[in-house]
């Protein structure tokens, strides 16, 4: 059996975006990778299908899709996605951890593990950016992966809990979370991964049982706005989880601002900013913070309706006009596609209540991920061999 072929997607808009698109919610994160309005040179979209612009089920009824940038170490590299997510018993939701492998037959957990680590090995031949920042050119950091792919790496049996996944502090990166479980010295691809974080799906208005998103009306003496460039410092000095400048400073913001008068009230008004959040780059909501002091009036969820609203508006929605002109997130969103989603460590209550008042939907749970492209490759050959 010859390894799985990995081709190059120079046009994902065009060759690969048609056959993901059908799919929704189940590959949101790389699509609005892949849709994301800053691609960067040194990204690379690869695919197990050839590049095709009609959707094809002969080409696609098992497949992979990689998106990694690695000029973006240390923060997230690379995001996969695998079919072998999508089972029969799901019912089309895109993924259920508690719903096992129970539609996926044998054959089809060896073809997709076989196309995943031809996927890996193909990034380890791909050239390393100039100033690259990883820990490694042989470690690859690899987000939100679905638990089945993680449990496909690993060499896992088809069902594992979340209980099954012990928690460590001791290795830390600019990942969800510095709580991190480290795998045995040459045990897996996988080498370190995350705690398992909660995926909340925030389904577009026009699909069944969704909620259409809100910006509540402020309090009198707040307003919305987005982050300026000279207050990413705050942002940062603020984030558990540590952040590059560089990349917040292409994501799409809100914030929420006070106003105040200097000089006796015939100053000008400076406002200051209170609260914030962001896009990620996978069309997620992210870094969403309020300042102590006006924690407890809901501007967090204000926050995280504000950024909802503004994933169709900008692209020629409600907004519209300038607001159009301006909005810099992702690129060929339709109402009927625009699904958001939120990952939530499962012990964050705030989070998860934020996430739920919102319409939010509890759908799977992903991990951030150290991957060993070296012994991908190693296992490749070997699985292949097996199947001889």
Known sequence: MAPPPVYPH??????????????????LAIIRRIQFHFQSPYAHILSTFPPSTSPN????????????????????????YSSIELAPDQN????????????????????????LLALLAHISSLPTPPDFAGPSTTLLHVGGVHQRVLELLKGLPAHVTNADFSRRSDL???????AWTSEPPGSSVVKSHTIPWAKYLFAPVAAPGSVEPVAPTLPEGLSYGTVKREELALVLDRLLIPRKERTLAILPSAAIRRAEQVGGGRGKTEREMVAWGFWGVDGSLTS??????????????????????????????????????????F??????????????????????????????????VVFWTWMDLERAMKEMVVAVEEEI
């Open 57 to 80: 089920r002969n080409l696609t009824r098992q497949f992979a899709v990689a998106y990694v940038d690695r000029s973006r170490a240390p923060e997230t590299e690379c995001w996969i």
């Open 331 to 364: 690129t060929g969103v339709e109402q009927e596609q625009a699904w958001a989603h939120s990952d939530v460590a499962e012990y964050n209550e705030a989070s998860i209540g934020v996430a739920k008042g919102l319409g939010g939907t509890y759908a799977w």
């Open 92 to 115: 089309g939701s895109g993924g259920d951890v508690d719903g096992g492998e129970k539609g996926a037959k044998a054959e089809d957990r060896i073809l997709a593990r076989l196309q």
């Open 288 to 329: 969403l913070h309020v300042e102590e002091t006006f924690r407890g009036r809901g501007l967090g969820k204000a926050i995280a309706g504000r950024l909802l609203q503004t994933l169709v508006e900008g692209e020629g929605g409600k907004g519209g006009g300038e607001e159009k002109r301006k909005w810099k997130g």
């Open 172 to 178: 830390k990166a600019s990942s969800p979370d510095t």
């Open 10 to 27: 120079p046009d994902p808009h065009s060759t690969l975006l048609p056959h993901l698109l059908p799919l929704l919610p189940s590959p």
